[in-house]
């Protein structure tokens, strides 16, 4: 497989949106697990959902956008 390969840089923007996805996703997620006053143990699994459908989303988005953007 070539180092530049159209697969290889969507995989690339893929992983660079789950990471950048995940750390917004976190951020947000203890946001508003305080502003909502979740509590105890459902305050984890309420950032983590977030964290996880965050990093998807974004890991999606970023991925089509270098697909599209790729010779």
């Known amino acids: 497989m070539a180092r530049d390969s159209v697969l290889t840089r969507v995989a690339t923007g893929a992983a660079v ?21 979740v509590p105890g143990v459902l305050k984890i699994r309420h950032i983590g959902q ?4 965050s990093a998807a989303v974004f890991s999606l988005f970023l991925a089509a956008g270098t697909l599209i953007r790729s010779n």
């Open 17 to 37: 949106g789950g990471a950048i996805g995940g750390a917004v996703g976190a951020v947000y997620g203890t946001y508003e697990a305080i502003r909502y006053k």
């Open 50 to 53: 977030t964290t996880l459908g």
